[in-house]
């Protein structure tokens, strides 16, 4: 047995990288799970805005609100034209800024 032992450091501190346990990677139902529920905050973020300020339509927070809440439903699955989903969007994104202005007029 040698009095002096030799450690190759590159090959032992590979080995402890090796060892350590890797991150799980999700399942594709997590995943898209996980896409919808960020989806879905960021449309609720995007209809928090104000549409309407002041007597006037906030015209991006509007479109901003439709493109959030078009992407959600696309992620749900929907099998609509990305403009089909972007129209009933913007529908209902319009009528909850006249909504709004009405409300902020009383």
Same mark, same amino acid.
């Given at each position: 047995?040698?009095?002096?032992?030799?450690?190759?450091?590159?090959?032992?501190?590979?080995?402890?990288?090796?060892?350590?346990?890797?991150?799980?990677?999700?399942?594709?139902?997590?995943?898209?799970?996980?896409?919808?529920?960020?989806?879905?905050?960021?449309?609720?973020?995007?209809?928090?805005?104000?549409?309407?300020?002041?007597?006037?339509?906030?015209?991006? =927070?509007?479109?901003?609100? =439709?493109?959030?809440?078009?992407?959600?439903?696309?992620?749900?699955?929907?099998?609509?034209?990305?403009?089909?989903?972007?129209?009933?969007?913007?529908?209902?994104?319009?009528?909850?800024?006249?909504?709004?202005?009405?409300?902020?007029?009383?």
């Amino acid at each position: 047995m040698a009095a002096i032992r030799k450690i190759n450091w590159t090959s032992a501190m590979r080995d402890l990288r090796n060892d350590r346990t890797k991150p799980a990677v999700p399942s594709f139902l997590a995943a898209r799970s996980l896409e919808i529920a960020r989806l879905d905050r960021l449309a609720k973020e995007a209809a928090a805005r104000p549409l309407a300020a002041g007597g006037a339509f906030d015209r991006s =927070a509007i479109m901003g609100a =439709a493109i959030a809440q078009a992407r959600l439903q696309r992620a749900k699955g929907s099998k609509a034209s990305w403009s089909d989903l972007m129209a009933s969007a913007l529908k209902s994104a319009w009528i909850a800024a006249k909504q709004q202005r009405a409300l902020s007029a009383h």
